[in-house]
């Protein structure tokens, strides 16, 4: 902030001693001047001596004159005002504050009505629906936790966080920091701050979740490895026959175990690059394409047909082709798991669709969830790939948690390879990074049907413009 400060205080020089050096300096000059006027001969030496004695008062003065024009010393400093009015700021960096602040003020401990809001900011106003000032502190906080850690401000001044909840329609978690102000003041004074820690421990709550449920899968196939390998170490040490069969179980635990450990680093992996724009561009009809080439062989043993319609036109979007190639991996590899024998999976990609297009119904008579929604912007297109099953289908509660990492549709049997209940979670994050959407349709006896949706590269076809991102 800048500030104004006064030159230092000099002390004029005195009226007397101004008169006496100008007199005294006007006389010797003009006695000079009258000699050299008398006396030619002098005259030279009597003018440089009247220059002399000129000379001689103007250094006697120059002290004054260096006082005068000196910098201002420290203690000028110290009561320097400030320009503008530092109140008005703190006014505005209180107002701007985004957590409820509230200044509180108390009269007697004894008084729990007396517990006034000397001054709240907008958050506050906002959330208690108070007036800036004046408000009775119990009307909008009834936490006892918190009126009990404001009067130890008040009166103990000791400062306390409380953390409660508020109930409703929907459980909030909050924090509250409570200070003392003013103390040893007539009227004694606290500081109190709240926090919104909500999402903050619901995502606590989803780590602890997380880490128990990835240690429960992995703990599985370790309990059944280590089981196996007891028996074979033992008594199965000579049986060739019960050797054979346990080591295939033993191969099937170590792959279902490598599948999650692939999955969870890939899931760490996506979600660390969410906030990252994809590069590149990828064609949706290939990519779908290569992934039924790749899981030709497990289609066989499961025997499923599965019918890919690439449409007519090149979908090509933008994105990161590895990324978009297990989006159809993931989905292709649930409908499989879950269609029966001698069912058909079935593969639509289209291109050039609006919004609404894209965000369509494929399935009559069944339950439609967004997963993932992008924002509406006009002039955007997309290209978008459908995979339909033919399965059991899922009941409308299901479908919300779909998404949920190791969520499973109970009751429902996949065939022998087991998933790891990340793909969902997986496409879930890739379609975040890609400003895409995910729908899912289903319903008990029809199947389900998962549509993902691409915005499309930017490019031109004529005259008209082409699908933009």
Same mark, same amino acid.
């Given at each position: 902030?800048? $500030?104004?400060v006064s030159?230092s205080? #000099?002390?004029?020089?005195?009226?007397s001693?101004?008169?006496t050096i100008?007199a005294t300096?006007a006389i !010797? #000059? @003009?006695?000079?001047v009258? %000699? !050299?006027v008398a006396?030619?001969?002098?005259?030279?030496?009597?003018?440089g001596?009247?220059l002399?004695?000129?000379?001689?008062?103007?250094? %006697?003065?120059?002290?004054?004159?260096?006082?005068?024009? @000196?910098?201002a010393?420290?203690?000028?400093?110290?009561?320097?005002?400030?320009?503008?009015a530092?109140?008005?700021?703190?006014d505005k960096v209180?107002? !701007?504050?985004?957590?409820?602040?509230?200044?509180v003020? =108390?009269d007697e401990p004894?008084?729990?009505?007396?517990?006034?809001?000397?001054l709240?900011?907008? !958050?506050?106003?906002?959330?208690?629906r108070?007036q800036?000032?004046?408000?009775l502190?119990?009307?909008?906080?009834?936490?006892p936790?918190?009126l &009990?850690?404001?009067?130890? @401000?008040?009166?103990g001044?000791?400062s306390r966080?409380?953390?409660?909840?508020?109930? =409703?329609q929907?459980d909030?978690?909050w924090r509250a920091w409570?200070?003392p102000l003013?103390r040893?003041?007539?009227t004694?004074m606290a500081?109190?701050?709240l926090?919104d &820690?909500?999402?903050?421990r619901?995502?606590?709550m989803?780590?602890?979740?997380?880490l128990?449920?990835?240690?429960?899968e992995?703990?599985?196939?370790?309990a059944?490895?280590?089981?196996?390998i007891?028996?074979l170490?033992g008594?199965?040490?000579?049986?060739?026959?019960?050797?054979?069969?346990?080591?295939?179980?033993?191969?099937?635990?170590a792959?279902?175990?490598?599948?999650?450990?692939?999955?969870?680093? +890939?899931?760490?992996?996506?979600?660390l690059n969410?906030?990252?724009?994809?590069?590149?561009r990828?064609?949706?009809?290939?990519a779908a394409g290569?992934?039924v080439d790749?899981?030709s062989?497990?289609?066989q043993e499961?025997d #499923?047909t599965v019918v890919l319609?690439?449409?007519?036109?090149?979908?090509?979007? +933008?994105?990161?082709r590895d990324e978009?190639?297990?989006v *159809?991996?993931?989905l292709?590899?649930?409908?499989?798991? /879950?269609s029966?024998?001698?069912?058909?999976? &079935?593969?639509?990609?289209?291109?050039?669709?609006?919004?609404d297009?894209a965000?369509?119904?494929?399935?009559?008579? @069944?339950?439609r969830l967004?997963l #993932?929604?992008?924002?509406?912007t006009?002039?955007?297109f /997309?290209?978008a *790939?459908?995979v339909?099953?033919?399965?059991?289908?899922?009941a409308?509660e299901?479908?919300p948690r779909l998404? &949920?990492?190791? $969520?499973?549709v109970?009751?429902?049997?996949?065939?022998?390879?087991?998933?790891?209940?990340?793909?969902?979670?997986?496409?879930?994050?890739?379609?975040?990074?890609h400003?895409?959407g995910?729908v899912?349709?289903?319903?008990?006896g029809l199947g389900a049907?998962?549509?993902?949706w691409?915005?499309? *590269?930017?490019e031109?076809?004529?005259?008209?413009?082409?699908? +933009?991102?």
């Open positions: 902030m800048p $500030y104004e030159p205080p #000099v002390a004029p020089m005195s009226t001693r101004l008169w100008g300096v !010797a #000059v @003009a006695v000079m009258g %000699l !050299a006396h030619p001969e002098l005259a030279n030496w009597l003018i001596g009247a002399l004695v000129a000379a001689s008062a103007w250094l %006697l003065n120059a002290p004054d004159r260096a006082a005068e024009t @000196a910098p010393p420290a203690d000028a400093l110290i009561d320097a005002k400030p320009m503008g530092p109140a008005e700021l703190l209180f107002e !701007a504050l985004e957590d409820p602040v509230l200044i003020s =108390g004894d008084d729990i009505a007396g517990r006034r809001i000397v709240a900011n907008e !958050a506050a106003r906002e959330l208690l108070v800036r000032q004046g408000g502190l119990v009307q909008v906080i009834r936490e936790g918190v &009990e850690a404001v009067d130890e @401000a008040l009166f001044g000791m966080s409380t953390d409660f909840t508020t109930g =409703g929907r909030r978690r409570t200070r003013e040893g003041a007539t004694p500081l109190v701050v926090r &820690e909500t999402d903050v619901r995502m606590e989803m780590r602890v979740d997380f128990a449920n990835a240690s429960h992995l703990r599985t196939p370790l059944s490895l280590s089981g196996f007891e028996t170490k008594h199965a040490r000579e049986d060739v026959v019960a050797r054979d069969r346990f080591l295939d179980i033993m191969a099937a635990q792959d279902r175990m490598g599948r999650l450990v692939a999955d969870l680093l +890939s899931l760490s992996r996506i979600e969410e906030h990252i724009p994809p590069s590149g990828v064609d949706l009809d290939r290569d992934v790749a899981v062989v497990i289609v499961k #499923v319609d690439q449409g007519e036109a090149r979908a090509s979007v +933008s994105g990161d978009i190639v297990q *159809v991996q993931n292709l590899d649930n409908a499989v798991k /879950y029966p024998k001698g069912g058909t999976v &079935e593969i639509t990609v289209r291109a050039d669709l609006s919004f297009d965000w369509a119904s494929r399935m009559s008579g @069944a339950t967004p #993932v929604t992008p924002d509406r006009s002039g955007i /997309y290209a *790939v459908t339909r099953d033919h399965g059991p289908g899922m409308r299901h479908l998404t &949920e990492r190791f $969520y499973r109970e009751g429902q049997k996949s065939g022998d390879r087991q998933g790891t209940g990340l793909g969902l979670a997986i496409v879930k994050h890739i379609m975040n990074r400003q895409g995910l899912v349709e289903s319903a008990p049907a998962f549509t993902a691409f915005p499309m *590269v930017i031109r076809r004529g005259d008209r413009p082409g699908p +933009s991102l």
